[in-house]
């Protein structure tokens, strides 16, 4: 049971180019999150998913895109990426939403220089 | 707006030394209280939920407490592998999937 899987785990980006984090769970959970973490600053949500086919904004959208056409993978789509999304991204999983606990992913770290 | 605030940002302990890490929220409506544990280079690591004032939640060296207002997590006789950043955030009738983070707690424990 390996949980929930990102990658890459470490990735340098130009300004301007795109691309796409990985996220894949084995414990079959509806409900999967994506995090960005940044020094000195609590644990922000991008998108989150309540099931394959449905996808919504969190707090910080902006750049960013989803897509869930299964209910194991959660893919984040960087497009013309900026210094300001250099980052730690988290995914995360649950099974009944945000009211219980969530598991995460071993992070990426993205600069874009 | 919810807010989770935690305090202090870094704690250094020596190996033996009780002390409790403290989370203070405001919040429209408490649905739930969480402690997470993240390790360097890790994601967060699920501890405990916390419900409705009153509740106390432990293990191994840590215990969770919750009041209206705040929550504290206090660890006793810590070992040198319970150093990490212990982060809180709370799940409030925000009605999306939206969970609040505090900025977390460095703990270091020094043999």
């Known amino acids: 049971n390996a949980g929930v899987t990102q990658t890459p785990k470490f990735h340098i980006l130009k300004i301007g180019q795109s691309m796409t984090l990985q996220c894949t769970q084995d414990?079959?959970?509806?409900?999967m999150y994506w995090y960005r973490q940044d020094p000195g600053m609590g644990l922000k949500l991008i998108y989150y998913?309540?099931?394959?086919?449905?996808?919504d904004k969190g707090e910080v959208p902006n750049g960013y895109n989803v897509s869930r056409s299964t209910t194991e993978d959660f893919p984040l789509r960087l497009e013309l990426a900026a210094p300001s999304q250099t980052s730690v991204y988290f995914c995360?999983?649950?099974?009944?939403?945000?009211?219980?606990?969530?598991?995460f992913g071993s992070g990426t770290q993205l600069s874009v220089l | 707006e919810d807010q989770v605030t935690q305090s202090p940002e870094a704690l250094r302990l020596q190996e033996g030394e009780s002390s409790s890490l403290n989370c203070s929220y405001t919040?429209?409506?408490?649905?739930?209280l969480f402690w997470y544990r993240q390790d360097p280079g890790k994601g967060p690591e699920f501890l405990f939920t916390?419900?409705?004032a009153g509740e106390e939640k432990e293990k191994e060296r840590l215990k969770a407490t919750l009041t209206k207002k705040e929550s504290f997590l206090h660890i006793t006789a810590p070992k040198p592998e319970d150093s990490a950043t212990y982060l809180c955030?709370?799940?409030?009738?925000?009605?999306?999937?939206?969970?609040?983070f505090g900025t977390g707690t460095k703990l270091q424990v020094i043999p």
């Open positions: 919040v429209s409506g408490l649905r739930g």
């Open positions: 995360a999983s649950s099974y009944r939403g945000a009211g219980e606990k969530l598991f």
């Open positions: 998913s309540v099931g394959a086919g449905i996808t």
């Open positions: 955030a709370v799940d409030a009738s925000g009605g999306y999937q939206k969970v609040t």
């Open positions: 916390l419900y409705s």
């Open positions: 414990m079959n959970h509806n409900y």
